[in-house]
């Protein structure tokens, strides 16, 4: 993962303006203990550094870093016919992390029940996310439409509201 975020600061440091960085390997239905240290072994010195990278180079507070998946998992240990256990999908509770471009650093934003089974505090539909995701860029989503057959819509629905929370 630090070749590749490398040359995403570096893509940005040239004035591309939007990089995806792809790191697969999540899906832990077994051997979960043993896979997910792994995988934050691979993870969490790159990323850390890339921030760090980032803030030494002036670019931090112009580029957001978005680091998420499409769900979360479950608090408890499925056995899915595995002799040692993993967990399953989660869409009630997950958590994506934001850092620079506007974001206020240091923000835990809402809360799980206490077995971290569902979100109870702070909810942010994903109609929200996108409006404030947009407003960080400096986007208005109400304004910001696309026309399918012939009719103006917007990305973020009728319901979606800047988390503000968030920014900074």
Do not use: C
Not at 8 to 35: C, I, K, P, T, Y
Not at 48 to 75: C, H, N, Y
Not at 86 to 97: I, L, V
Not at 151 to 158: I, S
């Amino acid at each position: 993962q630090g070749k590749q975020l490398l040359i995403a600061r570096r893509l940005v440091e040239r004035g591309v303006r939007f990089v995806q960085v792809w790191a697969s390997g999540w899906d832990h239905h077994n051997d979960l203990a043993d896979r997910l240290r792994a995988k934050a072994g691979e993870i969490d010195g790159p990323a850390a550094a890339l921030l760090t990278d980032l803030k030494q180079r002036g670019m931090l507070d112009s580029t957001l870093v978005i680091w998420g998946g499409e769900f979360g998992r479950k608090p408890t240990r499925d056995k899915n016919g595995n002799d040692d256990p993993g967990r399953d999908h989660n869409n009630r509770a997950f958590a994506h992390w934001l850092a620079g471009g506007g974001v206020k650093g240091g923000v835990a934003y809402g809360a799980t029940d206490e077995f971290g089974a569902r979100a109870v505090e702070n909810k942010v539909h994903i109609h929200d996310y996108h409006a404030t995701l947009l407003a960080l860029m400096g986007f208005d989503h109400e304004k910001l439409t696309y026309r399918y057959n012939g009719r103006d819509f917007r990305l973020t629905d009728n319901f979606g509201h800047v988390v503000k929370g968030i920014i900074a």
